[in-house]
């Protein structure tokens, strides 16, 4: 069993490796290199957001109580369980599809990656 998970792990780092040298390749041929450079985008934003999306739980909690510190203890929790699953289940999708949706955005409310989102609520709503 061992020996199968170490296989899919050295085929999927060649996979990636022959992805971004055959995107640095086909530089000269525009289509291909944005096809290929979108797809490599698609994929690091989704293993960013599928392994790191828990993120959004103690950042929902520093956001929240610099908003709102009365409703955050309320606000907070559901917030960051729900973020952390839509960016989870992003994540999932990117990389189940191989990054070939590329370059598309998630949504108003959702950066692509969760680091970009703000930690620390820059105005207060008791000010």
């Known amino acids: 069993?061992?020996?199968?998970g170490y296989a899919l792990l050295i085929?999927?780092?060649?996979?990636?490796?022959a992805?971004?040298?055959s995107a640095e390749d086909t530089a000269g041929k525009s289509a291909s290199a944005d096809?290929?450079?979108?797809?490599q985008f698609g994929l690091g934003r989704g293993a960013a957001n599928l392994f790191l999306g828990w993120l959004e739980i103690p950042r929902n909690f520093g956001y929240e109580f610099t908003?709102?510190?009365?409703?955050?203890?309320?606000i907070a929790p559901l917030m960051g369980a729900t973020l952390t699953?839509?960016?989870?289940?992003?994540?999932?999708?990117d990389l189940l599809s191989f990054g070939y949706h590329?370059?598309?955005d998630?949504?108003?409310?959702?950066?692509?990656y969760p680091w970009l989102s703000p930690w620390v609520a820059q105005e207060t709503d008791y000010e």
């Open 85 to 93: 699953a839509a960016r989870t289940g992003y994540g999932l999708v």
């Open 1 to 4: 069993m061992k020996r199968i």
């Open 102 to 104: 590329g370059n598309y």
């Open 19 to 21: 992805a971004t040298l």
């Open 106 to 112: 998630y949504g108003a409310g959702i950066p692509d």
């Open 67 to 74: 908003a709102r510190p009365l409703s955050a203890i309320v």
């Open 11 to 17: 085929a999927t780092l060649l996979n990636l490796c």
């Open 35 to 39: 096809t290929a450079n979108a797809m």
